[in-house]
């Protein structure tokens, strides 16, 4: 981007307009989001964009650095019982809230038996089910007070789990584990996210929340790191128009965009080369395979084949203007708790006609004639997909299988695969929810509901069901690499793309490091001149 | 007239009940609920979710709750903005709606006579070919092809102006919009009023009137234009309540917290209440303009009366 004085000028101008209240020696940063939040409320919400604003405004009993590692927050230190059923947490003793209460281990007590009542109707509370008999409390046949987690004293925290869970603490990043202000949320009931009534212990507070617009948050004095916070204050701005977001940037009245327009990847490219952050995602683009429906398709060679002739890297250049990688393996590469050389499907590097001939090669010995077979393909409704699923159908063609293309709108889409629609292939993404394979590999066990393809294999069962035990990280590890195997040999669904972070970020943002989660809390950031 | 304005808003009633009606019902026809995500709920949950937002009881017990609060002009708690009662969110983003929807219609309807009118003077002049082409182009654009075009050359290549952002107190914001806003409109009261300028300038009262030896000026204006006004205000009701109400397109484009948006992010989100709320407000909206639109006949065509 080049400075042009008059520009910033009015740009300057601009800020300010929005900003009149306040002083112009405020650094404020303009951060783009993928959409506004369904509510503030972190036990009601469960997206990305939502965690992207609850972070700003509370900090939790761990955190993650610039780098998207875990590291500790509001808890100075932790013990692990040697069963690994026991967490106990030392929380510091300067965590405040913005109104200068202390933060004590009731205000997570309140948090965590909150999000489990069933009155609470809270749509991520799963997430928290490895703590003890937090199942049972929502639906209704324990109380609240049962729940394992126990208040020892101000500053000690005790949870309690089911069995091991060797990527807990990874699970406490995620937003539904941040606490409340307990005394806030009693008196105010469903109000206590309004501004002026919410009180945070994070780096920031909330300022206003206007829908479609933004949200502004100041820094929070209060915050026991708060001399080390170099933003003073944040408009967090919903993008629901990638393009819009970009103009903005350009303009110089976006520092950050979360998100960029896939079509004019050529175009950032070249014009915003230093601005352009695209690194990979916790996320796989995969395509299940009803393995139950009678025929073809039950059988592992013939899915194998599918997998063999799909291209990734055309797929991936050529739709998704690399907004999207290549994928060979239901988990994502870098995720932590994994083995060193993850399993990936062998011919990754096998070229394409080569693929073909095996292909076909594998259709004859499960005795599928060319042009015998005919899949029904379905996606939901963005061209993107539209554009991934042609592709795929034709490269199909080329091993004599006919497809034809169904596209259905977003709302129903999911229902309809989980409740066992009559499909052949269809179109699924997996965000992880922490950096773990468990949460990756755990979609294809029996009776899951994200198991679309109704794959069973009871040898991959029991593999999860070791892992979920094994306390040891490395042997877990190897664990759970067996059962991908046994994943990538069916290939009941199958992997094709590995989804990416993509954001535009100004040159005068300085502290942004890509990094797997992609999380970027504001408190690691600062603007320059 | 205040007996016919009375008659008319009372016969809206009955309108906007079926309005209601329909759409409460249609809306729960499409496939999907407002809890159902990409990752589905647990079960256990998703009851406990219908329990909270009174989706669990029977359809009819739903509408008759709804009908009842909305008597008591409550339209109900959005079920994807949570922070947010659909009456919050209107109160927010009605006031940006109808400031930009009345700036545009006021240029759109001041610029647009004021060309309609000179193209209709200056017939088959080159004027008029430039007015009628210059219309034709604003029909045929797109909002969404004016609006980001607008945003980048004058908010990325120029700097002059925001590409995009929101503020209620500073007119700079609302330039770019307002314009994108105004000027398909421009274009089409143009054409209208030199349509029915050109016919009136020839009509038997205008003839009158210059037999009489009036000004030219008073000929048109008070006898050509007036009468030439008719069509104009009758597209620019509709339009007006069409404007006011906010623009999807517009708003998603530029970054505006307006009403125009709720619409279509609470059609896809499933969000009954904010559809159903934004209905309503729609319904009033084209019931109001419709009225006062036939109100002012009667001050431009002395033939229409009510009463």
Request: hydrophobic fraction near 45%.
């Amino acid at each position: 981007m080049t400075a042009h004085p008059f520009r910033t000028g009015l740009c300057a101008l601009a800020l300010l307009a929005g900003t009149t209240t306040l002083a112009s020696a405020q650094v404020t940063l303009v951060r783009g989001n993928d959409t506004d939040p369904a509510t503030l409320d972190h036990h009601l919400t469960s997206s990305v964009a939502e965690s992207r604003i609850l972070h700003d405004l509370y900090e939790g009993l761990v955190i993650q650095n610039a780098k998207g590692e875990v590291e500790p927050g509001d808890a100075e230190s932790w013990e692990i019982s040697e069963d690994g059923l026991t967490y106990t947490f030392k929380l510091r003793q300067d965590a405040k809230w913005s109104n200068g209460d202390p933060v004590t281990a009731g205000d997570y007590l309140f948090a965590f038996r909150r999000i489990m009542t069933p009155a609470t109707a809270a749509g991520y509370a799963s997430i928290l089910f490895p703590v003890l008999n937090a199942e049972a409390i929502t639906a209704g046949q324990k109380q609240p007070d049962e729940l394992g987690v126990e208040a020892v004293d101000d500053h000690t925290l005790k949870i309690t789990l089911n069995a091991p869970t060797p990527y807990f603490l990874e699970l406490l990043t995620h937003q539904t584990a941040l606490p409340l202000h307990q005394t806030t949320v009693e008196a105010e009931g469903s109000n206590f996210t309004r501004a002026g009534v919410m009180v945070t212990n994070g780096a920031y507070m909330l300022e206003s929340f206007t829908p479609n617009d933004r949200i502004v948050m100041v820094k929070n004095p209060n915050f026991r790191d708060a001399d080390t916070v170099q933003i003073d204050r944040i408009e967090w701005t919903p993008f629901e128009d990638r393009a819009t977001c970009l103009r903005r940037f350009e303009a110089g009245e976006v520092h950050i965009c979360s998100d960029v327009p896939a079509e004019q990847m050529s175009y950032m490219r070249e014009n915003l080369p230093t601005n352009l952050r695209i690194a990979p995602y916790l996320g796989t683009y995969y395509l299940p395979v009803k393995t139950t429906n009678e025929g073809p398709l039950s059988d592992p060679r013939v899915r194998q084949a599918i997998s063999m002739v799909i291209d990734r890297d055309f797929i991936a250049e050529e739709v998704w203007q690399e907004t999207m990688l290549p994928a060979y393996s239901l988990v994502p590469p870098g995720i932590a708790n994994y083995v060193a050389e993850p399993p990936m499907l062998d011919y990754a590097e096998t070229d394409l006609l080569d693929r073909e001939d095996q292909a076909k090669a594998l259709l004859e010995e499960a005795g599928v004639a060319e042009g015998s077979l005919t899949l029904d393909l379905r996606y939901n409704t963005s061209e993107n997909n539209k554009n991934t699923m042609t592709a795929v159908a034709d490269m199909l063609k080329n091993i004599g299988i006919n497809a034809t293309l169904n596209e259905m709108e977003g709302a129903g889409y999911f229902n309809y695969l989980r409740e066992d629609g009559p499909f052949d292939m269809v179109r699924a993404g997996w965000i992880g929810d922490y950096s773990d394979p468990q949460n990756f590999l755990y979609l294809n066990q029996s009776g899951v509901s994200f198991n679309y393809s109704k794959w069973t294999n009871e040898e991959y069962d029991r593999l999860m069901q070791e892992a979920s035990t094994t306390l040891d990280l490395a042997a877990r590890a190897e664990i759970l690499a067996d059962a991908e195997r046994i994943f990538l040999a069916e290939v009941p669904s199958i992997p094709i793309l590995t989804y990416s972070s993509r954001a535009l970020v100004s040159d005068r943002v300085q502290g942004w490091e890509d990094n797997l989660p992609d999380v970027h809390y504001t408190r690691w950031l600062s603007l320059s001149e | 007239m205040l007996r016919y304005t009375l008659r008319r808003l009372a016969s809206a009633v009955p309108t906007v009940f079926i309005i209601v009606t329909l759409t409460f019902f249609m809306i729960r026809l499409a496939p999907g609920g407002p809890f159902d995500l990409e990752r589905p709920l647990d079960p256990l949950i998703m009851a406990n979710l219908n329990r909270a937002y009174n989706l669990d009881g029977s359809l009819w017990s739903q509408y008759l709750t709804y009908l009842g609060n909305l008597l008591q002009g409550d339209l109900g708690p959005s079920f994807t903005r949570r922070d947010f009662s659909v009456n919050d969110l209107f109160a927010t983003g009605l006031p940006v709606s109808i400031l930009l929807g009345s700036l545009a219609l006021l240029l759109a309807t001041v610029i647009g006579v004021i060309l309609g009118a000179i193209a209709a003077l200056r017939q088959n002049s080159s004027l008029d070919y430039a007015i009628v082409g210059l219309a034709t182009f604003g029909i045929t654009t797109p909002n969404f092809v004016v609006a980001p075009l607008l945003s980048l050359f004058f908010g990325v290549l120029l700097g002059w102006l925001p590409a995009g952002g929101w503020s209620q107190t500073d007119p700079i914001y609302w330039v770019l919009p307002v314009l994108t806003l105004a000027l398909p409109q421009v274009a089409v009261i143009a054409r209208l009023v030199r349509g029915a300028t050109v016919e009136a300038l020839r009509s038997n009262h205008v003839r009158t009137a210059r037999a009489y030896g009036l000004p030219a000026r008073t000929v048109v204006i008070k006898h050509a234009l007036r009468a030439a006004m008719l069509p104009a205000v009758s597209y620019l009701g509709p339009t007006a309540a069409g404007l006011l109400t906010g623009s999807v397109v517009v708003e998603t484009i530029f970054g505006l917290p307006g009403i125009g948006r709720y619409f279509v992010q609470g059609a896809l989100g499933r969000d009954y209440t904010l559809v159903m709320g934004t209905v309503v407000v729609i319904a009033l909206f084209v019931i109001v303009f419709n009225l006062i639109v036939d109100l002012l006949y009667t001050f431009l065509d002395p033939r229409v009366r009510y009463d």
